[in-house]
């Protein structure tokens, strides 16, 4: 019923970019529209436990960051296209990880819905 599908990871050298995308599809998806949920970013680093990145509002008028990525990664989204994405410049080695997107509905505290991932690795 809900699919979302995130891709854009990659090896890049530290320094580089890379531009993530998670496409939102699905019978929840269509029936309420991508616009009735926030969406995030979250990440899992080998050997440690699952972390958030970025989230934005429903709108796109509010975002939040990890701290370590405030000013490098920049989350936004295209509702016409149920799209969000995570733009990451300036990347470091410590960006090694697997992300991950995530739907979470505007009246839900919890994300309900995950990415199946895409490995991101920064060499130095």
């Known amino acids: 019923q809900v699919q979302l599908v995130d891709s854009g990871g990659g090896l890049v050298q530290a320094g580089g970019s890379l531009r993530l995308s998670c496409a939102a599809s699905?019978?929840?998806?269509?029936?309420?529209?991508?616009?009735?949920?926030?969406m995030g970013w979250f990440r899992r680093a080998p050997g440690k436990e699952r972390e958030f990145v970025a989230a934005?509002?429903?709108?796109?008028?509010?975002?939040s960051y990890k701290d370590s990525v405030k000013g490098r990664f920049t989350i936004s989204r295209d509702n016409a296209k149920n799209t969000v994405y995570l733009q990451m410049n300036s990347l470091k080695p410590e960006d090694t990880a697997v992300y991950f997107c995530?739907?979470?509905?505007?009246?839900?505290?919890?994300?309900?819905?995950w990415g199946q991932g895409t490995q991101v690795t920064v060499s130095s």
């Open positions: 995530a739907a979470r509905p505007v009246i839900s505290t919890a994300y309900d819905w």
């Open positions: 699905g019978r929840t998806f269509s029936r309420y529209g991508f616009s009735h949920y926030d």
């Open positions: 934005i509002t429903w709108s796109g008028e509010s975002t």
